[in-house]
């Protein structure tokens, strides 16, 4: 299983890219955002059909970027980091496979990208592939990959994760040849120093700010997942003598998909960094804090918490790849648009050949009824008016559809063994009317999620069961936050002036 949150201002289209086959002499055109081609790459025979980051073969990828050392970007390079992904699912089976699509493809034509962590696995086996440029004019890129082990979990959040690694296991690990003697070469790291080569130190150095920013989100998952061992917040805060954390862990139980849709929705409640609390959340408890993340009052810089909830979330993913399943029923992406909090995953198999409309249309520039995208935003975001009134609201429609989702997975799937059996076109045409039908159900429901918050919570009153609206008001608590910050505006009756103790007769 793999998660993902792509977080960036940008307004997502899911994509499907049927499999093809091509002649010896072709190739493919590389072109950035705006549609200009930078350059082509050799095709290969055959490609595979991929479902947004999922392929036939259930390979599934994702990503972070850990940008590093800015100096190793290469704007000769030609691919940038989103097309190695693409072409990677596109040409390889395994993860193995797609360890070596990737570090091939860069090798002959360049890295474009800075530091970047990519998530990537099949039905056997889970790795991390972290990887950065050689600087302007370089060739290749520097390189590491790790097997994560079975039964462990392993993060990644804006920051290289991978330290130390073993040079003789290449079934648990592979790198580039280049990856300690460049690092040598350009000062990051010195062999006389008796410290240990350690990829994440020596191309993304730890700073305070990507200690607080990125390593927080890593402690989020490992605390939640593994509350026995008590990790400290200490290494996110920056304290002293502080231990980065592992690269990976044994959770204390396994991990169901709920779990796993449950660890990727977190603003660190029940800590002391919870985000629901405190003056800067409001009078209704909302975690969302508008960029930028720093900030500076009287010449002192402060910073926002970064939690792995966040509203810039363009849209996220939770992978299941299954051994034990034929590929067009064992893999499933599921996909949710918007704030992982706030969304609602809905599955998409590895075998549909086809995608649900209103997730494949919608402009940034434009608002549409039509877009799961804009649907998702309105909610969201007028339940910041109430936060702490709406949020629940909105997780339970969350539970109620992604419950059910997971109660009928069994016999979906087993009536797409059954349809296998005896006609696998039949089953292509099944499994993907029923992924198309449940996107497309949960973007009716959050139509009328919007209707019905907007309508229960107007102009500040929130309506009663009976639909009257009632006047609800304003905590306490952050009543004495207004009352202490300007005590004497909002007395209903000013303090009456003392009367002098004598009195002046003519």
């Known amino acids: 299983m793999i998660t993902y949150t792509c977080d960036g201002e940008f307004h997502p289209h899911l994509e499907y890219e049927p499999g093809a086959d091509y002649e010896p002499g072709d190739s493919l055109d590389i072109a950035d955002w705006g549609g200009n081609v930078r350059g082509r790459v050799e095709q ?4 595979y059909s991929v479902v947004h980051l999922m392929n036939e073969h259930q390979l599934v990828i994702g990503e972070s970027t850990f940008d590093g050392r800015k100096e190793l970007e290469n704007p000769e390079g030609l691919l940038h980091y989103w097309d190695l992904m693409y072409l990677a699912l596109q040409r390889a089976k395994t993860a193995r496979d797609a360890i070596k699509v990737i570090t091939d493809l860069v090798a002959e034509y360049g890295y474009r990208s ?3 962590s990519f998530s990537i696995a099949d039905t056997e086996e889970a790795w ?3 990887m950065i440029g050689p600087g302007e ?3 290749g890129a520097e390189w590491v990959a790790v097997r994560v082990p079975d039964g462990y979990i392993s993060c990644h959040a804006n920051k290289a994760r991978i330290g130390e690694f073993p040079l003789d296991d290449p079934a648990n690990c592979v790198y580039s040849d280049n990856v300690r003697s460049f690092a040598v070469e350009k000062g990051y790291y010195d062999p006389q120093s008796g410290e240990p080569f350690r990829f994440c130190d020596v191309y993304c150095p730890p700073t305070p700010e990507n200690r607080k920013y990125c390593s927080s989100r890593v402690w989020s998952i490992f605390r ?4 026995s061992k008590e990790f400290s917040s200490d290494y996110h805060r920056c304290v002293d003598g ?3 954390y592992p690269l990976w862990i044994r959770p204390d139980t396994k991990l169901s998909l709920g779990d796993v849709f449950s660890l990727m929705r977190d603003h660190f409640e029940g800590t002391a960094y919870d985000m629901t609390q405190g003056v800067d959340a409001g009078p209704y408890g909302n975690p969302k804090r508008w960029r930028p993340l720093d900030w500076t009052v009287d010449s002192v810089a402060y910073a926002w918490e970064r939690s792995i909830s966040t509203q810039q979330t363009g849209f996220s993913t939770v992978s299941q790849s299954r051994s034990w399943l034929p590929d067009a029923v064992g893999g499933v992406l599921w996909y ?4 992982t909090y706030t969304t609602c995953y809905m599955p998409l198999y590895c075998g549909i050949d086809s995608l649900p409309g209103s997730y494949t249309i919608g402009s940034l520039q434009e608002f549409s009824w039509d877009s799961a995208w804009w649907i998702f935003n309105l909610v969201a975001n007028y339940a910041c008016l109430k936060y702490s009134y709406m949020a629940p609201e909105i997780q339970a429609v969350q539970s109620d559809i992604e419950g059910t989702f997971m109660a009928l997975q069994p016999s979906v799937e087993q009536t797409s063994l059954e349809l296998a059996g005896s006609d696998p076109g039949l089953m292509k045409r099944y499994l993907t009317g029923y992924s198309i039908a449940q996107a497309e159900m949960v973007m009716s429901r959050w139509q009328d999620l ?3 918050l907007i309508t229960k919570y107007n102009d500040g009153y929130v309506k009663s069961e009976e639909g009257e609206p009632e006047e609800k008001g304003y905590p306490d608590a952050w009543l004495r936050h207004v009352i202490e910050s300007r005590p004497e505006q909002f007395l209903l009756k000013p303090a009456e002036e003392e009367t002098a103790d004598w009195e002046l007769v003519d």
């Open 44 to 47: 290969v025979p055959h490609t």
């Open 114 to 116: 800075t530091g970047e």
């Open 128 to 130: 991390i592939l972290e």
């Open 137 to 139: 004019g370089g060739e």
């Open 224 to 227: 939640r997942a593994a509350p």
């Open 242 to 244: 502080s231990e980065p």
């Open 336 to 339: 949710g648009v918007d704030d």
């Open 450 to 452: 919007a209707g019905y």
